[in-house]
């Protein structure tokens, strides 16, 4: 048992190019400070601990006060993980809480949490082979409780409006503007999302932060849904699994339901088509110029006479488009009119040095062999690929 992850959801279906804007929603995780520092054994449970279903032992130090936390709220915390032999194995940062959702704790925690309010502390013995059992003190901050679930989870309000598509929506709280967001745009919005079965799988509530995307980067629902909404209108929304995620792994499955308002609407130019792939996608033509590490190049478009090499160590600003050998587009910045920011020395290695051959203004095209591009990594294109990249700015 260590320091608890979280994992959450965003309505966007696929991260966007840049760094723009949220791709997959998290709830914050601080970073742990472990220690080391020995001390006397561990507390035994003491006669008047009690048991868990799950087998462990607790014991309540302190009730706190105020409501206890639920099954699905967000709580803050602090922790000590103690061995048998008293040695602290791991701790949160004591300078700063740790927010967590309480689905997504350790087996044991969640339960002795919904037994104290704030300010209550507990103690948890887990139940494993005495070498490797444990005692964790858990101190609870505070509660932010999770949004009520609606009413109608497993089938659309008898009042819900159904479109063509399938998707129903409610409209819950109207709104004072008067423009709708076309398909293209960039919204903010404050959103919950449940499974059928009353689970959250994610909130803005948890995050205390709206959420901005562009509607071509949601699911299919969300997107139909907003394109009809004006800037403050609520709306609950189910969305069937065909206008949803569709399956994919990791996401949750079948109809969803959300509640989602509307709060600004963020004009962004029309996309324009990406450029089709070229003639010589398939392989570096003999005029390309090749380096010793297999990367070959060939200049489209001459940069500024004077202008400087950017180096590793530099981030810069370049439009791009890639395609794999069989002219099949995996990525471009030119359709919605957004330059991507690259840090250099965290990008594929070769799409890094070709970059560092080119000045500002220029305009290359990178024949890229797959040990220097994405190096077999899962759901990447494989094999060589191809990129056009212009130089705009070296940051």
């Not at 991260?15 to 709830?27: I, L, M, N, R």
């Not at 300078?95 to 087996?107: A, F, Q, T, V, Y």
């Not at 002795?112 to 309010?117: A, N």
Request: glycine share 10%; charged share 20%.
């Amino acid at each position: 048992m260590g320091c608890p992850n979280a994992v959450e959801v965003s309505p966007a279906e696929t991260p966007p190019a840049t760094d723009t804007g949220p791709s997959k929603a998290e709830v914050t995780v601080p970073a742990v400070e472990p220690a080391n520092g020995e001390g006397s054994a561990a507390p035994s449970p003491p006669a008047d601990a009690l048991q868990l279903s799950s087998g462990h032992l607790y014991k309540v130090l302190s009730k706190g006060s105020g409501s206890a936390p639920g099954p699905q709220d967000k709580v803050s915390l602090n922790y000590t993980i103690r061995n048998a032999q008293g040695k602290v194995v791991d701790r949160s940062n004591p300078h700063r809480s740790m927010i967590m959702l309480m689905n997504r704790l350790p087996p044991g925690w969640s339960d002795v949490l919904q037994l104290v309010g704030p300010r209550g502390k507990v103690r948890l013995w887990t139940n494993t082979p005495p070498a490797e059992s444990q005692v964790v003190d858990i101190d609870l901050a505070f509660v932010t409780p999770a949004p009520t679930a609606p009413t109608h989870l497993t089938a659309p309000s008898p009042t819900a409006v159904t479109t063509p598509s399938g998707l129903a929506y409610e409209v819950l709280e109207s709104g004072s503007g008067q423009a709708q967001p076309q398909p293209w745009d960039r919204v903010t919005v404050d959103y919950t999302g449940w499974t059928t079965d009353g689970t959250i799988f994610d909130s803005t509530t948890f995050r205390n932060q709206s959420g901005v995307f562009r509607l071509d980067e949601l699911i299919a629902g969300w997107s139909e849904a907003l394109t009809t909404m004006v800037e403050g209108e609520r709306r609950r929304l189910w969305i069937p699994e065909d206008l949803a995620y569709r399956g994919e792994p990791g996401k949750p499955k079948g109809m969803l339901v959300f509640e989602v308002k509307l709060l600004e609407i963020e004009t962004l130019v029309k996309p324009v088509p990406a450029p089709p792939p070229p003639d010589d996608v398939g392989g570096p033509p003999k005029d390309a110029k090749r380096t010793a590490s297999g990367l070959a190049s060939k200049v489209l478009r001459r940069g500024s006479k004077n202008g400087k090499h950017p180096t590793a160590s530099n981030q810069v600003k370049v439009h791009y488009t890639g395609w794999s050998t069989d002219g099949t587009l995996f990525g471009s910045s030119i359709p919605h009119h957004e330059p991507a920011k690259l840090a250099l020395a965290r990008t594929m290695k070769g799409w890094s040095e070709g970059i560092q051959l080119m000045v500002p203004g220029e305009k290359r095209r990178l024949w890229i062999p797959e040990e220097l591009a994405f190096a077999g990594a899962p759901d990447k294109p494989r094999g060589m690929v191809v990129i056009d990249v212009e130089l705009l700015e070296i940051l």
